[in-house]
């Protein structure tokens, strides 16, 4: 897994010769509060450093407190890496007088953040018949909500990802039974149910990279396994486009027009809690409306696109378009056995590929398969 993330930080920007001065003055009088954010980087910018702040309401207050008149401040917000191996030192310092040694390894590297949730898997073969281990997660648990005060829930991974709705079971560890929440990422926000709708903070990277790609004014774009709306939101946020975003999960699709409402949008998303097969059925009234329209497609839903394939060349425009097309796929050269599949299956339905604009791995998925994206243009 990745061990960064972007997230909005605030910041304490003041003249480079005051920054010690400020770490002296808090240190000495408050030594035992929390003000400044560990996970990030303290930046220096020309003459002035900026100090990444936590999130707490009386910051402003608390800030005159300590520097009471010394010198000049101000707050910025800037988007900023958190490193979370810097997260998992301090995890360790929490949990140093709290589990014993042979635990530690217990202790987990990385784990997702969406909005207030913590989501954490454990490697626990080598526990399974301690009688501690629940009380050891729980620990571990607790620690990262003190060493993340944004963090009020805590869950752990029980399961794979399964199903048609893709998701997974997971057991709450510490906090408030609460599953519901605010993530905020490129911008824009989404409110998901992390039990009830599929959602991964870990493809932040890939749903820049599409936003950025060469997206054309009035763009007719299908989202055919929108979710909750990472890919169609962050487009539709940037691209006067017309995107129609579909998903067979009821949850997943309240989400969706909530957050279309959540979010300021220049380009309009129509909403579709439909199974994305049914465009194909001859009285269809969306399938015959969107019949060969698109001018781009994307297939976010790596373990089956390549069955939904036949879906995408029928909403296609005859003269061909973009499609985004992600896959699990198959190790040793994942991408040649990828481009392979699509190759196969888009002949079968009379189409091929025009071009590859961009083939890679965007993370491992198992260790005999990766996670991939084809984007490709494809021709009738
Ligand atoms: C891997 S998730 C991707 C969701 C979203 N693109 C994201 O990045 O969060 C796949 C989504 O496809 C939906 N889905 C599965 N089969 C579908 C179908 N036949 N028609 C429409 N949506 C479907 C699931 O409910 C799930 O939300």
């Given at each position: 897994m990745n061990n960064n993330n972007f997230e909005k930080i605030?910041?304490?920007k003041i003249k480079k010769e005051n920054g010690?001065?400020?770490l002296d003055l808090f240190i000495n009088t408050y030594?035992?509060?929390n003000i400044i954010e560990k996970k990030v980087r303290i930046i220096k910018e020309d003459d002035y450093v900026l100090i990444p702040l936590i999130e707490r309401r009386d910051l402003n207050e608390f800030l005159t407190k300590i520097i009471h008149n010394q010198f000049e401040y101000q707050i910025i917000s800037k988007e900023s890496n958190i490193h979370l191996k810097i997260k998992y030192r301090a995890l360790q310092d929490v949990l140093k007088d709290k589990i014993f040694n042979k635990y530690k390894e217990l202790i987990p590297k990385s784990f997702?953040?969406?909005?207030e949730i913590a989501i954490i898997e454990f490697?626990?073969?080598k526990f399974q018949d301690d009688e501690n281990l629940h009380l050891i997660k729980k620990e571990i648990a607790e620690a990262i909500t003190l060493v993340n005060n944004k963090i009020i829930s805590v869950y752990e991974k029980i399961s794979e990802i399964k199903g048609i709705f893709r998701l997974r079971k997971l057991n709450l560890l510490y906090g408030k039974d609460i599953s519901e929440t605010i993530y905020r990422e490129n911008s824009c926000l989404f409110k998901l149910d992390i039990k009830r709708t599929f959602f991964t903070p870990r493809l932040v990277y890939e749903r820049n990279r599409i936003v950025s790609s060469?997206?054309?004014?009035?763009?007719i774009i299908i989202d055919m396994f929108a979710g909750v709306g990472p890919f169609s939101i962050q487009i539709a946020k940037k691209h006067k486009v017309m995107i129609h975003a579909f998903d067979i999960n009821p949850y997943a699709y309240n989400y969706l027009c909530e957050n279309i409402s959540l979010n300021k949008l220049i380009g309009t998303i129509t909403p579709h809690n439909l199974d994305i097969n049914n465009l194909l059925n001859s009285n269809n009234e969306i399938g015959k409306s969107l019949k060969n329209k698109a001018d781009r497609v994307i297939m976010n839903f790596p373990e089956n696109s390549i069955k939904y394939l036949n879906v995408a060349c029928y909403l296609m425009?005859?003269?061909g378009g973009i499609l985004h097309n992600y896959q699990i796929?198959?190790?040793p050269n994942s991408i040649k056995n990828a481009i392979n599949k699509l190759d196969d299956n888009l002949r079968k339905n009379n189409w091929f590929i025009g071009q590859i604009i961009t083939s890679k791995v965007v993370k491992p998925f198992s260790p005999k398969s990766d996670l991939v994206v084809i984007d490709l243009i494809i021709r009738k």
């Open positions: 605030n910041f304490l010690q001065k400020f030594k035992n509060e997702d953040i969406i909005g490697n626990t073969f060469n997206i054309k004014e009035n763009e425009k005859k003269s796929s198959t190790k």
